[in-house]
């Protein structure tokens, strides 16, 4: 899928999680709902990170660039230093490393142990970046028409509120972990991730998102729907169709959460 409808089912499915969360008896404080959807979207992009031409690779100038050069390069030396004997070597590494649970997870993980190893500050770099990426995504028409600065003034200023807001008390600094206040930032990462490859898994080329387990012979089986159901990435069914589903989906389940909480 394109950019925006990942961003736009990364929001929808956090939201969901809200509400699950609410059913289960660990209610999201408002502000968690919400940042988490913000972060959620954002981390939905990712993943295309091993990209250059992708939406995150260019949300942050030539650093970003030059990261996803770099992610590339890594994630095609992984692909072929695993690959196995049936699958063909690849000079490129979109759709590989970076699209894997093993991925997903880590990355949550790590930006959750900066989070609750360094604090404040390292909050305020992970909602600016995830603020960001969830501008470029969700308002990429509008963000495409201004300057890079004006999104990163956006998300700083943006990432600063909302770190004041969720350290007041009650509102969702220390939510699921009492002792760990942020260790739950990790999670909308670690789901957005995940809900990028579920969906890139709809479309024609799949994702390997279960490596290194095998499937069919394969290190890199591209897992995805019955092909019949597949569709081209920024095909009509993702705009008319997928994304109002997730507009739809993200709303009540945001509404859910809200009255479950209540």
Partial sequence: ?????????????????????????????????????????????????????????????????????????????????????????????????????????????????AAVTWGRWAVLVILFIHVVLAVEGLLWRMARVSSDVLVWLLGATSAWLLAAVLDEPGNGAAWLFEDEPYLWIGIPIVVGAIVHTLGDALTISGCPMLWPLPIAGKRWYPLGTPRFMRFRAGAWVEYRVLMPAFVVIGAASGVGAVVLTA
């Avoid at 959620?40 to 992009?45: D, K, M, N, P, Q």
């Avoid at 260019?58 to 695993?82: Q, W």
Wanted: charged share 10%.
């Fill in 1 to 113: 899928m394109m950019g925006p409808a990942h961003s736009l089912s990364g929001a929808a499915v956090w939201l969901g999680v809200g509400a699950a969360a609410a059913y289960a008896d660990h209610p999201m404080p408002w502000p968690v709902l919400v940042v988490g959807a913000m972060i959620c979207a954002g981390a939905a992009l990712a993943p295309d990170l091993d990209q250059p031409s992708a939406t995150i690779s260019r949300a942050f100038g030539p650093a970003s660039r030059l990261l996803a050069i770099v992610l590339g390069k890594i994630s095609a030396a992984v692909y072929n230093a695993t690959r196995a004997k049936g699958e063909r070597r690849r000079s490129g590494g979109h759709r590989t490393l970076t699209h894997t649970w093993i991925w997903a997870v880590l990355v949550g993980a790590g930006f959750s142990f």
